[in-house]
């Protein structure tokens, strides 16, 4: 019985131990997430934004993101620009395509097992072109 309690002692103390080891996630630092998840790293959402966003509707930063209202940069939490909701629909569409069509089964923005990415369809246009 002693025995028993000590085990017990040992996992709860070993239980509590790894809970409070956190994974190296982002410190929730962005204000306007709704499709990407809240604890993405900058590094994670950087390389979204710019090897998948960018380059594959070959377009920059801007075309999505409204000028700061002081004139310096980008207000890149600002959703002013319709561009940036169209985004986030296509966000939502690639990533349900992948896991209801594609059988993907934990879809991310910028995760290797994407059957269907921006590049896709977009081909590095903005507006993907039809061959007739
Ligand atoms: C085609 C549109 C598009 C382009 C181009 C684009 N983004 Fe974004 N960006 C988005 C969308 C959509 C979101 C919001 C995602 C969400 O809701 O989860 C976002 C979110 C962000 C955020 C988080 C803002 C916050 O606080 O919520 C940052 C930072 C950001 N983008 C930086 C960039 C940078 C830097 C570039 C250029 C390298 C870039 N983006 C290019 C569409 C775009
Ligand atoms: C299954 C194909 C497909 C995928 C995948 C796709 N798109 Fe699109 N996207 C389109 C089509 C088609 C249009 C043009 C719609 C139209 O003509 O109104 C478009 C239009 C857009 C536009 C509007 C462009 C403009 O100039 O008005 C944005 C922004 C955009 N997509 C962003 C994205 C982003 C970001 C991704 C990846 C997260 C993505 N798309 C993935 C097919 C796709």
Do not use: W
């Amino acid at each position: 019985m002693k025995q028993l309690t000590v085990l017990l002692l040992l996992t709860g103390a070993i239980l509590l131990g790894s809970a409070t080891i956190k994974p190296n996630t982002g410190n929730g630092q962005y204000k306007n997430l709704r499709v990407l998840p809240r604890n993405i790293t900058s590094k994670e959402l950087l390389g979204i934004m710019t090897d998948d966003i960018d380059d594959g509707l070959g377009v920059s930063c801007g075309f999505c993101h409204a000028a700061a209202a002081d004139g310096h940069g980008l207000d890149f939490a600002s959703d002013a620009k319709p561009e940036k909701k169209i985004a986030r629909g296509m966000m939502r569409m690639t990533l349900t395509m992948n896991k209801k069509y594609f059988k993907v089964r934990h879809p991310l923005l910028g995760a290797p097992n994407l059957i269907l990415s921006c590049a896709t369809c977009h081909n590095g246009q903005a507006l993907p072109v039809m061959e007739q």
